[in-house]
Structures are given as structure tokens and as C-alpha cells.
């Protein structure tokens, strides 16, 4: 959006939460135990893993094709090597925000807490842009895992498939917003990072 922060009050909206970028845990748990799509998704897609895993395990070990240790051990290397994805995962949020328009995009790391965030710094951005920056990363690294494991063989199937798993476990961040969305649908939310503060704000418009 070609809007600037200052302008928000001005242009009828009004704050409605902050979320603070040092401790993201408290605002992301509360929002995915929400009942809204976004945390349906996520939660559906973990369980739809499981199944997958399940079925992989029954027909490779039966079928003779991997022992059950080999599946195993493949299938936590993928989940201990999916730390590899999280970078790929941050620069796909930061090419999504550069493609709305966001001029200055950063990242921000706290290795004690376990996270990599990027920040479209005063970069107003509406529900649309929010959800299109959210979802990118989990859709484009799901679909490439996903085609992985569907061509490789039964070893390297069972590694990717570990990476899936764990690369959608670390997407509760951005599911955690985009249930945010859903559960103030009746409103027009826009956001922006504020990096000097550390500091992400919602704003709404009622609309409904």
C-alpha cells in the first residue's frame, strides 16, 4: 500500500494490537488456538504429514524397499537439516515484500529464541499483502519438498519428507498472523514493522 504510518490515524484507522518482535511466542500460541482457517490449515497440514509418514513407513519396510532404521535415521536428518531451510524460507518473505513494494527489508536474529524475522520497515501493508508475504515461503517450499520426495527414492523420500515436516511446524509464525487476519476478518487490517522499536502494529477500519 502507498500509505505511510503517520497517515493511518488520519485515513480512519485505528490501532489495534502490537506485536512485539522480541518475544513473538505469546501473540503467535494465542491466535493459532484460535478456530480460523489459517490455524485449520496448519494444523491439517501436520496431519496430513503424519499420514504420509505412516504410509511411507508401512509400504517401504513391507514392500522391502528401506529397513526401519534407515527410514528412521533419514527421516531425522531431513528434520535436524531443515535449520538449512530457514534462511531460503526468510529470503522468499523478503523477495515477497519487495515485490508489494516494501523499500527497505531487513532481517532480524535471535539466536537465543530461535528465529530469523524479516522486517519490511514502515511498510503499510494490507490483509491481501500480509497474506500473500505469509504464505509465500510455506507454498513455494512445500511444493518443491513435496515433488522431492513424490521422484526420489525411499531414503532421500524419507529425508525430505523430515524437512517438510519440520519446515512446517516453523511456519506457526506465519500462520500464528494469518490466523490473526482471519479472526478480524469483519475488519480492514493493515500492518507494518517498526524496527527501530522492534515492534509490528495492527491497525483496523471497520467495514462491517
Known sequence: MKIQPD????????????MDQHNLTPFIIRHLKKRTASSAIWEYSH??????????????????????????LSLLAGYIFSIIIAPIHELIHYLAFKLMGAKKVTFKVNF?????????????????????????????ISAMLIL??????????????????????CCMGDFGILSYLDFHGDNEVVSFDDQ???ITSFYR???R
Open 7 to 18: 497517515d493511518l490515524n488520519d485515513m480512519g484507522y485505528q490501532l489495534m494490537d502490537s
Open 47 to 72: 496431519l496430513i504429514a503424519l499420514i504420509a509418514i505412516y504410509y511411507m513407513f508401512l509400504h517401504g519396510i513391507h514392500g522391502g524397499e528401506i529397513s526401519f532404521g534407515k527410514a528412521f
Open 112 to 140: 537465543k529464541k530461535f528465529y530469523i524475522l524479516c522486517n519490511a520497515d514502515n511498510f503499510v501493508a494490507s490483509s491481501k499483502e500480509i497474506r500473500f508475504v505469509g504464505l509465500a515461503p510455506f507454498v513455494l
Open 148 to 169: 522431492l520426495i513424490l521422484i526420489s527414492g525411499p531414503q532421500l523420500s524419507f529425508f525430505f519428507m523430515g524437512i517438510l515436516f519440520a519446515h512446517t511446524t
Open 196 to 198: 527501530v522499536n522492534g
Open 205 to 207: 477500519k471497520r467495514v
